[in-house]
């Protein structure tokens, strides 16, 4: 059996319980592409599943977090037609499967994509599981349209910071949500009004929107109604803010909201290139770290302080890392 070198854990914990695992890799279906993973992204669910918070979907330990990874492809299956050894790609890992935090990783294809050729490695892996976020939410949830009011709230995280772009790209009138500290860099990233959440309630006030896209779950449907014009909808990321309940508060209210759990999508990933390839979206990396239990575990300590702006990567190849090929 092939085994790859990770970074995972045993027991659930706090960041102590990471270690240098030897991981058994599954055997490559006929449909699955092997990755040599050169970067992988780091997300708030990495440290939740670590804490435990997960544990009733997380069937088996150990555990091997990371949903993102980008990397050269070392075998194909069978059926795979679209990669060949040698390609540069990147690619979603399912969230209760985990797998990114380490040196290989088996990818159904559905779930992979050529890397947009502009791109290093690392900047590939702060791509798939917030950008395909931001991107299903807007288009298949929000239904979002040209010249919708947009308010995209907690626009300088991983979600939201591909949130701002993606909704200019489909031609929406986008407003922004952050603290102080970090309202000219989501200005950069193109919204065209930013509103500081420590200075203002942007639940109340004159401006009403088409589409909210809260990627925080800080304020409930009651709080965001009067910030929502009549039919318009709430499209949350945390799928407890969308319970029956709330469901028929914004119905009574004339409003609607609605949660959704982000899905692999080769097909997404490809649609996505081309804003990345032709620079009108691009990943902002905060911080890098080696792929080793120190630095999963410092990257996983500033993850959860909330206070990431854009996205974290863990490094398993130093010498190609910054490279496009
Ligand atoms: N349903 C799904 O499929 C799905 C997919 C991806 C992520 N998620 C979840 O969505 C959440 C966001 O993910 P992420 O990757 O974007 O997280 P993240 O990168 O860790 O978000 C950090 C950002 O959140 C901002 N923030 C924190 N508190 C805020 C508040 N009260 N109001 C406005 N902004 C605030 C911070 O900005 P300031 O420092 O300026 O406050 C920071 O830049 C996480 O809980 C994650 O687990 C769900």
Redesign the pocket.
């Known amino acids: 059996m092939t085994t790859t070198h990770a970074v995972g854990f045993r027991q659930y914990g706090d960041t102590s319980v990471l270690e240098s695992l030897e991981r058994p890799l599954p055997a490559l279906a006929s449909d699955s592409v092997k990755i040599r993973v050169i970067a992988a992204g780091v997300?708030?669910?990495d440290w939740?599943i670590r804490a435990g918070q997960f544990r009733l979907f997380i069937r088996n330990l150990p555990f091997v977090p990371g949903n993102d990874a980008a990397g050269i492809v070392e075998e194909v299956g069978t059926q795979v037609t679209s990669f060949r050894p040698g390609d540069a790609v990147y690619a979603m890992l399912p969230?209760a499967l985990g797998g990114g935090y380490a040196r290989h990783a088996v990818v159904p294809q559905s779930a992979v994509a050529h890397k947009p050729a502009p791109l290093s490695f690392a900047q590939a892996a702060a791509i798939p599981?917030?950008a395909?976020?931001a991107f299903?939410?807007l288009r298949d949830y929000a239904g979002l349209q040209t010249g919708m009011r947009t308010l995209i709230?907690?626009?300088?995280?991983?979600?939201?910071?591909f949130a701002v772009q993606i909704a200019r790209q489909m031609g929406a009138n986008v407003t922004a949500?952050?603290?102080?500290?970090?309202v000219e860099w989501v200005r950069q990233l193109g919204a065209e009004m930013v509103r500081d959440?420590?200075r203002e309630d942007v639940t109340t006030g004159d401006e009403v929107y088409d589409v909210i896209f809260d990627?925080?779950?800080?304020h409930g449907i009651n709080r965001w109604r009067r910030a929502l014009r009549r039919g318009g909808i709430l499209v949350?990321?945390?799928?407890i803010g969308a319970n029956p309940l709330a469901q028929l508060q914004a119905a009574t209210a004339g409003r609607r909201i609605t949660?959704?759990?982000?899905?692999p999508s080769s097909t997404d990933l490809r649609l996505l290139n081309a804003w990345f390839t032709a620079g009108s979206i691009r990943p902002m990396i905060d911080r890098c770290y080696p792929l080793t239990p120190a630095g999963a575990a410092e990257a996983q300590t500033y993850?959860a302080s909330?206070?990431?702006?854009?996205?974290?990567v863990l490094i398993a190849d130093e010498t190609h890392a910054s490279n496009t090929n």
């Open positions: 997300n708030p669910a939740r969230i599981l917030t395909l976020t299903q939410g709230y907690g626009a300088s995280g991983g979600v939201g910071m949500v952050t603290s102080g500290k970090n959440y420590t990627t925080i779950g800080a949350s990321i945390d799928p949660a959704f759990i982000v899905r993850s909330g206070r990431v702006r854009g996205k974290l």
